[in-house]
């Protein structure tokens, strides 16, 4: 396996666009028309397997150009079928890369449903251009699977990932061949969000016969805003956009304004001051 050598560079400026760039995948599998910064063009639409039992086709995701940039994103969960590959842990063998080590089944089976297409559109692309790969929880993961993927099966060699409140996505073996061949890759979590606590490091014999083993990918970026303890306020898109916005104020007020309509609406980012609800009972005996 040949390792790539750059050495790693954050931008915040990257980091906003690009959780915009997530929150308008969330659109698109909405049925929504999708806005996309000036320059941009949209590429390719991702679609692929989500489920279990009976995987069902969703968007998960788009491809957009620029004059200088090639962006993949995806999004989290959204349906049913999500939260059922969210919780399909067992592991499997990373099958694009030879003794890569092993990585979540769920995941896997998503991006294995979308992986030919996608490697075959990345492929009518110039190589000139800067591959960004981004993605937001269960997207974060499908981010990971594909900038291993390209890294090595494509002639992008070098492509910089962005993911927002990922879980985990392999075991430590996978961890360490992907933190060695991804240089640039950056892990953005809130350390208020429960999703990047998943799944849990080890699920010790008999959950398996040998246990389950999982450890998140480098580099790590923390950020901190408590909103609620769900995986609502915490964990949302909108909200990491939100809060990274605050890193680049002047960046994303031109971002915003030069772009109506690209910038997520971040109203509901404020702390959920909510209590348990009173309610009266009737009793008619």
């Known amino acids: 396996m040949k390792i790539a050598s750059k050495q790693r560079i954050y931008s915040n400026y990257d980091a906003i666009l690009l959780s915009a760039m997530i929150a308008q995948s969330y659109e698109l599998f909405e049925g929504e028309k999708i806005i996309l910064p000036e320059g941009f063009n949209l590429r390719y639409i991702i679609r692929g397997l989500a489920g279990v039992e009976e995987p069902k086709e969703e968007i998960f995701g788009f491809i957009a150009e620029s004059q200088d940039k090639i962006i993949v994103v995806f999004r989290g969960t959204r349906t049913f079928e999500d939260n059922e590959s969210d919780q399909d842990l067992y592991q499997v063998q990373y099958p694009y890369v030879k003794n890569a080590g092993k990585t979540h089944r769920g995941f896997t089976c998503i991006y294995q449903s979308t992986r030919n297409q996608l490697i ?4 009518k692309l110039p190589t000139t251009k800067k591959l960004f790969i981004a993605g937001h929880s269960l997207g974060g993961a499908l981010a990971v699977l594909a900038a291993f993927d390209f890294a090595v099966n494509t002639r992008f060699k070098h492509p910089f990932v962005y993911t927002y409140g990922s879980p985990r996505v392999g075991d430590p073996y996978f961890a360490s061949q992907f933190n060695k061949t991804v240089r640039n890759s950056f892990r953005i979590v809130n350390i208020h969000d429960i999703i990047p606590t998943l799944p849990d490091k080890v699920y010790p014999p008999p959950f398996t016969k040998n246990g389950l083993f999982y450890r998140h990918v480098e580099m790590k970026v923390p950020l901190s805003f408590q909103l609620n303890s769900l995986p609502v306020r915490n964990h949302e898109i909108v909200c990491y956009f939100n809060f990274l916005s605050k890193q680049n104020p002047v960046f994303t007020k031109a971002l915003c304004s030069e772009n109506p309509g690209f910038c997520p609406d ?20």
Do not use: D, I, Y
């Open 120 to 123: 075959s559109e990345l492929s």
């Open 266 to 285: 971040t109203e509901m980012c404020v702390p959920f001051s909510g209590t348990c609800e009173e309610k009266t009972t009737t009793n008619n005996s």
